[in-house]
Nanobody, 127 residues
């Protein structure tokens, strides 16, 4: 089991920035280590499907979805077992619950690729 806890969401004005964090922990030594995992960020607005935002492989290779490309940057701190999503130039349409997810596999763009999910953090962008 891998537990993921997101933080950093909140209310921000259009054009502003936020940095989301995802802290990962494992229950036992037999569970996946942080460096074994690929991490992704998804978002879900009311009435819409969960949408891929970004992912980062164990090697640090980043991947970005079309929805926020050029406005987000993903990083990971393997010493702190934490993944970050830096978001800038936020728009009202970026309002959603943002979820962190983890996978021991290399595929990253679909929710079904992930085994572990956090509870989500709300991001609200006002006009």
């Amino acid at each position: 089991q891998v537990q993921l806890v997101e933080s950093g969401g909140g209310v921000v004005q259009a054009g502003g920035s936020l940095r989301l964090s995802c802290a990962a922990s494992r229950r036992t030594s037999s569970d996946y280590a942080f460096t074994d995992l690929l991490f992704g960020w998804f978002r879900q607005a009311p009435g819409k499907e969960r949408e891929f935002v970004s992912a980062i492989a164990w090697s640090g290779t980043p991947y970005y979805g079309d929805s926020m490309r050029g406005r987000v940057s993903i990083s990971r701190d393997n010493a702190e077992n934490t993944v970050y999503l830096q978001m800038s130039s936020l728009k009202p349409e970026d309002t959603a619950v943002y979820y962190c997810a983890a996978s021991p596999r290399k595929y990253y763009a679909r929710p079904s690729h992930y085994d572990y999910w956090g509870q989500g953090t709300q991001v609200t962008v006002s006009f």
